[in-house]
């Protein structure tokens, strides 16, 4: 009778166990994936951008990725159960960059706002900033863009962000996406 208790037990321990393992491997859905812009300056010549999209391509949770000389950015598809933006610009820093190992990729999220006036840049900067793990964030009003540097600690999203901003009445959405009125 033991023995049948035993087996019992270890079959029931073994099915959830793969069924864990299956959640685990599931199909993220369309808010774990996130699709970001970065810019990333510090590009010298159209072979940095051909090496750092090759470093970023092996990074787990990196879905694809597209990187151009001429405009500076990167645009990043990602999964954030396994890999969040903060991880992504850490990612790209510490990719070989082709100017030497004394060079880096310094990296910036890119985040669209609707600013309407001077107030909503300035409440959606200071919120931005009191995030975890956010070091600065500037707006550049020629392209409505908020660039994030973030911090060396941490694992912040690009959905947390875009959440904080809501939460502050700041419509935002990932850059090159169309911002809700």
Same mark, same amino acid.
């Given at each position: 009778?033991?023995? *049948? +208790?035993?087996? =019992?037990?270890?079959?029931?321990?073994?099915?959830? %166990?793969?069924?864990?393992?299956?959640?685990?491997?599931? @199909?993220?859905?369309? @808010?774990?994936?996130?699709?970001?812009?970065?810019? !990333?300056?510090?590009?010298?010549?159209?072979?940095?951008?051909?090496?750092?999209?090759?470093?970023?391509?092996? %990074?787990?949770?990196?879905?694809? !990725?597209? +990187?151009?000389?001429?405009?500076?950015?990167?645009? +990043?598809?990602?999964?954030?159960?396994?890999?969040?933006?903060?991880? +992504?610009?850490?990612?790209?820093?510490?990719?070989?960059?082709?100017?030497?190992?004394?060079?880096?990729?310094?990296?910036?999220?890119? *985040?669209?706002?609707? =600013?309407?006036?001077?107030?909503?840049?300035?409440?959606?900067?200071?919120?931005? @900033?009191?995030?975890?793990? !956010?070091?600065?964030? %500037?707006?550049?009003?020629?392209?409505?863009?908020? =660039?994030?540097?973030?911090?060396?600690?941490?694992? !912040?999203?690009?959905?947390?962000?875009?959440?904080?901003?809501?939460? =502050?009445?700041?419509?935002?959405?990932?850059?090159?996406?169309?911002?809700?009125?």
């Amino acid at each position: 009778m033991k023995s *049948l +208790v035993c087996i =019992a037990t270890l079959g029931i321990v073994a099915f959830a %166990v793969t069924g864990n393992a299956q959640d685990s491997k599931k @199909e993220p859905t369309k @808010e774990e994936i996130a699709k970001a812009m970065f810019w !990333v300056p510090n590009q010298h010549c159209p072979d940095c951008a051909t090496a750092l999209e090759g470093s970023l391509k092996k %990074v787990g949770g990196i879905m694809s !990725v597209a +990187v151009s000389f001429p405009t500076k950015w990167a645009t +990043v598809e990602f999964d954030e159960r396994v890999i969040s933006a903060q991880e +992504v610009s850490r990612a790209a820093f510490q990719a070989p960059h082709m100017m030497g190992k004394d060079m880096k990729y310094g990296t910036f999220l890119l *985040l669209s706002i609707d =600013a309407k006036d001077k107030a909503t840049v300035t409440k959606a900067m200071t919120t931005l @900033e009191k995030v975890e793990g !956010v070091a600065k964030a %500037v707006y550049y009003a020629q392209t409505k863009f908020i =660039a994030i540097q973030f911090g060396d600690k941490g694992k !912040v999203t690009s959905h947390q962000l875009l959440k904080a901003l809501d939460d =502050a009445g700041v419509k935002a959405s990932q850059a090159g996406a169309k911002i809700k009125k």
